[in-house]
């Protein structure tokens, strides 16, 4: 039996048990697939990160659910940046590059007031139609079709990780919200195992452009992501493909999301045009929880 160090970092939050919480192992290589996925199981949660070496990059982090292996998470991604960073592992760098499954991505470190803030390049934004039923999709995530926005389309989305991005018309649905994602392969024809984003253009807070939830697909052995950065960064290409097009670019968005959750969380979306095609990255920050030990 290995008795395995996991690192418990809150992400998109300076204050513990508000953000997003994320496993990290430092020492990923030391760790078979099959023992990785088992570590992720016994954490719990939404996803724990492996730092590995890498001959693609500056180092290589691979991202396990409960359930399975994902490409890409955002929230993960700020966390095991933050533990390296502050474990002095990383050195002086300020920019990086990590080695994903999807795709090899650009790390940017700032500290400004003592707080350490990281900036993740995202893989580029596609989007393909959802065909399906919007009756069956609002009622999904607990909701009838009147809570969907009327102008706006519902999308697939990936900046790394596909999501169904749902506009909904105001806050007032997200409280009500109960997610049946067993449901989701079947309302989900064209993507069974894509998660659910709703989202709309009110916020809690004022200095936020919008507010989210997002539901997990239930392959991943999860029910709801608490603050997503993947998702956070898909927004940001919906909102200048789709909202406004003629938005004076660059822009950057702060996305809210985890209040339904009791938790405070804030992504800050970057979105620039870089030769005709928009270009995404994240910014967010993450504080470290405590020590957990499982074992395998």
Not at 63 to 78: I, Q
Not at 185 to 208: I, R, W
Request: proline fraction near 4%; charge should be negative.
């Amino acid at each position: 039996m290995k008795i395995v160090t996991v690192h418990h970092y809150d992400a998109f939050s300076t204050i513990p048990n508000m953000g997003n919480p994320a496993g990290v192992v430092v020492e990923g290589d030391q760790y078979s697939e099959i023992e990785m996925q088992a570590i992720a199981k016994q954490v719990g949660f939404n996803e724990t990160a492996f730092a590995q070496k890498s001959d693609k990059a500056d180092l290589r982090i691979r991202y396990f659910t409960p359930g399975h292996e994902m490409d890409l998470c955002g929230h993960a991604t700020m966390a095991t940046i933050y533990a390296l960073k502050t474990k002095g592992l990383l050195e002086d760098k300020s920019r990086l590059t990590i080695e994903t499954k999807a795709g090899i991505l650009q790390i940017e470190i700032k500290e400004q007031k003592g707080k350490i803030y990281i900036t993740m390049q995202h893989a580029t934004p596609q989007f393909k139609a959802f065909n399906g039923s919007k009756t069956k999709l609002a009622q999904s995530i607990g909701l009838t079709e009147e809570a969907i926005h009327p102008e706006l389309p519902i999308v697939y989305g990936s900046t790394g990780i596909w999501t169904l991005i749902v506009p909904i018309k105001n806050l007032s649905y997200f409280e009500k919200m109960t997610p049946q994602t067993a449901h989701f392969p079947d309302v989900l024809d064209e993507m069974p195992k894509a998660s659910v984003h709703p989202f709309c253009l009110e916020a809690f807070d004022k200095n936020a452009d919008m507010h989210a939830r997002h539901f997990s697909s239930p392959y991943s052995g999860t029910i709801e992501d608490i603050i997503t950065g993947t998702a956070s960064g898909v927004m940001g290409a919906y909102f200048a493909e789709y909202i406004d097009r003629a938005v004076q670019l660059p822009k950057t968005l702060t996305v809210e999301q985890g209040q339904e959750l009791e938790k405070d969380g804030r992504v800050h979306v970057h979105v620039k045009n870089v030769e005709g095609k928009l270009n995404i990255s994240i910014t967010g920050t993450a504080v470290h929880v405590k020590e957990l030990k499982v074992h395998i």
